[in-house]
């Protein structure tokens, strides 16, 4: 079975663009979550989505936006980027909240 | 913000040697859970432990959980060049939201 699958693998934007990043999770899982990873240190929190349904809000600013869709895929958005946007974007899914885990290999998001 | 903080922040052994790092967190938890990342790459769950257990083992690794000092430790005995890489606790809080809050890692170098 196919893990969980994360595109783009990079992007770099500029200043005041805005991104779109997608996820698909494992087959049968209906919870995704996204994580950010600044170099040097561990995933922070910021959505997630168990059917379909927004389940959690990370610290973030409403410049983050996401959605899962009725296949439980699920997008990430986040406009008006900055440069401390930069980033690795990983999702998660897992069968439901609470149980471990299984991370896709992240979006490499560059700024500039 | 990052709930748990390991300790060491950087281990280096030799193969052979064990390996073990510490976890502290603030809250109250459902499970504790232990993922490995390699460089530049998606984490991998590595085992979970709830919060009425006190140790667990899978292979080479043993995790234990104190939680009136809000800690657990993950040890890795014989350990491999192999098993290079970022480790990192995570915590499902015992809130309505079950969101992994991860720390900050601890990044284990085994000299072959």
């Known amino acids: 079975d196919a893990g969980v699958t994360q595109s783009p693998t990079h992007l770099i934007k500029t200043r005041g663009q805005h991104v779109t990043l997608r996820c698909s999770p494992i087959?049968?899982?209906?919870?995704v979550s996204w994580y950010q990873q600044v170099l040097g240190q561990g995933p922070q929190f910021i959505f997630q989505?168990?059917?379909?349904?927004?389940?959690g809000r990370g610290n973030f600013p409403d410049r983050f936006s996401a959605r899962q869709f009725p296949n439980y895929s699920s997008e990430l958005n986040v406009n008006a980027l900055l440069l401390g946007d930069s980033a690795l974007y990983l999702c998660?899914?897992?069968?439901?909240?609470?149980?471990?885990?299984?991370f896709g290999d992240g979006t490499r998001l560059s700024i500039l | 913000s990052q709930q748990g903080e390991e300790d060491p922040q950087a281990l280096s052994i030799q193969e052979g040697e064990n390996a073990t790092m510490n976890c502290s967190y603030k809250?109250?938890?459902?499970?504790l859970q232990w993922y490995r990342q390699n460089s530049g790459r998606g984490l991998v769950h590595l085992i979970l432990?709830?919060?009425?257990?006190r140790e667990k083992h899978s292979g080479r690794l043993r995790v234990t959980l104190d939680t009136s000092k809000k800690s657990s430790s993950l040890l890795i005995t014989a350990s491999r060049a192999a098993d290079t890489a970022s480790y990192f606790c995570?915590?499902?809080?015992?809130?309505?939201?079950?969101?992994?809050?991860f720390g900050s890692g601890t990044r284990l170098q085994v000299q072959p």
């Open positions: 995570a915590t499902d809080p015992d809130t309505g939201r079950r969101a992994l809050t």
């Open positions: 432990i709830r919060s009425n257990e």
């Open positions: 087959s049968g899982h209906k919870s």
């Open positions: 989505y168990y059917e379909k349904e927004e389940r």
């Open positions: 809250t109250s938890i459902n499970n």
């Open positions: 998660a899914s897992s069968s439901m909240p609470g149980q471990p885990q299984h």
